[in-house]
């Protein structure tokens, strides 16, 4: 009796555990993406972006999303720029915990509040999103663009896709603790 209580415990416990590791693709800006009339930085104050997390920019072709280090940042600075794209669809992973500074590529659209900066918490997400493309290392940053045409464009009644995706993760982390439990039980 006290087994089967014991391994309905562990099993409930593993359950919550991979459940709740997930790594999350936000598309910048909601359903507005990232546009001139979005107020993205409220947008990113009540999110916590943590390491493996991922940034979707979809933009219109007027628009275009390059990362910057804190200087270019304040003084929107787009001619000194980390990792730049135009194509209406880019990706970021967040790969390390700390400052990321995005901005948009007109200096005037910058100026206007077209510019991000997302606090990237040292906690580790499980995890890619399911759906998120596959990032490739480029220094110290990871940028992916994808072949589709952004849905954005210059009509404010377009809709971007949602904002948030969640996926559970971590049925290895579930397989393992549940093998230990039953290698312990058995000894």
């Known amino acids: 009796m006290a087994r089967l209580v014991f391994l309905s415990l562990a099993f409930l416990a593993i359950t919550g555990f991979a459940s709740r590791c997930r790594a999350t693709t936000y598309t910048v800006g909601d359903s507005s993406g990232w546009d001139i009339s979005t107020d993205v930085e409220s947008w990113a104050r009540d999110k916590l972006f943590v390491v493996g997390d991922v940034l979707l920019f979809q933009y219109s072709s007027s628009h275009s999303v390059k990362e910057v280090n804190r200087d270019s940042y304040q003084g929107c600075n787009t001619t000194n720029v980390l990792q730049p794209s135009s194509n209406g669809n880019t990706t970021f992973a967040l790969t390390k915990p700390g400052n990321r500074y995005f901005v948009c590529g007109n200096r005037l659209h910058c100026y206007a509040g077209m510019r991000l900066n997302v606090v990237v918490d040292g906690k580790v997400a499980d995890g890619p999103a399911a759906g998120s493309p596959e990032a490739e290392a480029g220094?110290?940053?990871?940028?992916?663009?994808?072949?589709?045409?952004?849905?954005?464009?210059?009509?404010?009644?377009?809709l971007v896709p949602n904002s948030v995706m969640y996926v559970p993760i971590g049925f290895k982390s579930f397989v393992f603790v549940g093998f230990t439990c039953l290698l312990s039980w058995t000894i």
């Open 139 to 158: 220094g110290d940053s990871i940028t992916t663009t994808t072949n589709t045409p952004s849905s954005k464009n210059n009509n404010p009644a377009s």
